[in-house]
């Protein structure tokens, strides 16, 4: 199942600052936005213009400035708010049907009129193409059939009880298309957007994308500049760090590494410049994934003594620079019912003492032999150093012989499938900011880890319960016993929880507002001079 960028390429992807500081030459392009333009500067591809296609970050990066959905997320916040909708909710008691009324006087950015048929439309042209690179069997499949009684009101009858289907039309995938401009059964293939949202789309292309103010909109954003345009660097580190240099971009989003933002925050070099690092919220996670079938780690004592001799402070300092924190559960920090299970169960620092008790308490005499398995074409070099750590922490309180292997990506998710792999990595960027998306794709039917893990108190129980559950907080009670499991079983190991970067000049403002745990990259934001 392919899900929308889900495994983490390292907290940060792709360099920066060697370029920026030494002065490399640059790629050919025009200066910074000028007249209140903003020029953004990305290493992440956009794989789709079409949301029946995109399920990628730059893809829904797109998608979340041109299009509207009924509902978004407001800076900084984890809970969906009404945007192209003036109000939507479940009906009372139950969460099966979810009812939204429209906006008045809502149009597309081409002057056509948006009503409920467009809404219903879209979603159903979705769940017709089911495209194997978009989003419609994820995150819509519980959508059972759609009613439009008439053109401001939208019914929802899903199949299954699902709390979360607002945060999950609040994303990408609920964007709204005009039914005049997209075919029903195939996707758009013609580079070209026209939705509902603050911008409109008004050219996209390999090198770069520009975008406008869409003046026929009306929801929530309030526009702090005249229109954004995008440079797309394709995995070029140097040129994107020579265009920040030379300001052929005003900010670099989304490809920077570790060792670039301590450069740059704990030297003179960006002042001097005027360039600032942004810092932001981010709910992307990293674990370490054992395979409850394996002859090794398929026994519970050798995953406990692991847990409690890993050094996670260790790994975000001397490997990530603290480019992200430690993580101690399986739900992050900034989202509802995160707790701290690991730290409860086994400390927050190396204990070879209680490792070694859990061991022999097991029968488990003599070294634990383990291979730790890495792949850096999906979760870049700087995984390898991190397992490469880990396995010293293992080693280093003379109870395992660790070693650490990787693979290229189609080889190493061809194994952890075929079972080959006892101890890999997986990493995770949330679809939407609800707990539901670190837990149910994790320890669900079917999980995505391809670990063997089940439990059906987790499958049978809390899932189906939490999913229920249309007033979130009430849920929290549930997803603390699902936490305390897995701390208790370790199929995973959670190991940290990265944080969100942009680097950009000191004329620029608003980029705070677009770095939360939502993962939304609010254009609207962002305002220059």
Known sequence: MKRRNQWLTAPLAAGLAAGLLSGCGTEEG?????????????????????????????????????????????????????????????????????????????????GNELTSKDV??????????????????????????????DEKNVVFHLKVPDATFPSKIASGAGSIVDHREYAFDQLRTDDQAVGSGPYKLDSFGEARADFSVNENYKGTAETKNSGVTMKFFHGDQKALAASLKQRDVD??????????????????????????????????????????????????????????????????????????????????????????????AYGGSPQPAKAERVLRGAGINGKVKVTLWA??????????????TIAKQLNKSGLFDATVKSAEINEYEKNIAAGKYGVYVKG????????????????????????????????????????????RPTAEEDFGKLQDIVADEVP??????????????????????????????????????
Request: proline residues 7%; contains cysteine.
């Open 428 to 471: 995770w960027v949330p679809d939407y900011p609800d707990p539901d998306n670190f837990t149910l794709p994790f320890f669900g039917k079917d999980n995505v880890l391809a670990n063997n893990y089940e439990n059906r108190r987790i499958t049978d129980g809390i899932i189906p319960d939490t999913a229920a559950a249309t007033e």
């Open 120 to 149: 219903k439309y879209s979603f159903e042209r979705s769940l017709k193409i089911n495209d194997k690179a978009g989003p419609a069997g994820v995150m819509l499949g519980s959508i059972g059939r759609i009613e439009t009684p």
């Open 492 to 529: 995973i190991i959670p190991l940290w929880q990265g944080k969100q970067y942009a680097v950009a000049y000191d004329d620029i403002s608003g980029l705070e507002w677009t770095l939360d745990a939502s993962t939304v990259f609010r254009f609207w934001e962002i305002s220059k001079g």
């Open 30 to 110: 025009g200066p910074g936005g000028t007249d209140g333009g903003v020029v953004i500067g990305m290493s992440d591809e956009v794989l789709a213009t079409d949301p029946a296609s995109g399920y990628d970050p730059g893809s829904w990066l797109l998608f979340n400035n041109v299009f509207q959905s009924l509902l978004s997320f407001p800076k900084g916040s984890t809970s969906p708010q009404p945007e192209a909708a003036e109000t939507c909710d479940f009906d009372k008691g139950g969460s099966t049907v979810f009812r939204c009324t429209l906006r008045d006087g809502l149009k597309f950015s081409n």
């Open 251 to 344: 900010v670099a989003y989304r490809g920077l590494t570790a060792d670039d933002i301590a450069e740059l925050e704990n030297s003179s070099a960006g002042d001097d410049q005027g360039i600032e690092v942004v810092e932001g919220s981010s709910a992307e996670v990293q674990h370490l994934v054992f395979n409850m079938k394996d002859p090794v780690v398929g026994k519970p004592a050798v995953r406990k003594a692991m847990a409690f001799l890993i050094d996670r402070d260790a790994l975000v300092r001397d490997v990530y620079k603290s480019t992200a924190t430690p993580l101690y559960s399986i739900i992050p920090s900034g989202i509802d019912a995160h707790n701290t299970a690991f730290f409860d």
């Open 375 to 388: 792949t850096p074409s999906r979760y870049g070099p700087a995984t390898v150093h991190e397992f490469e």
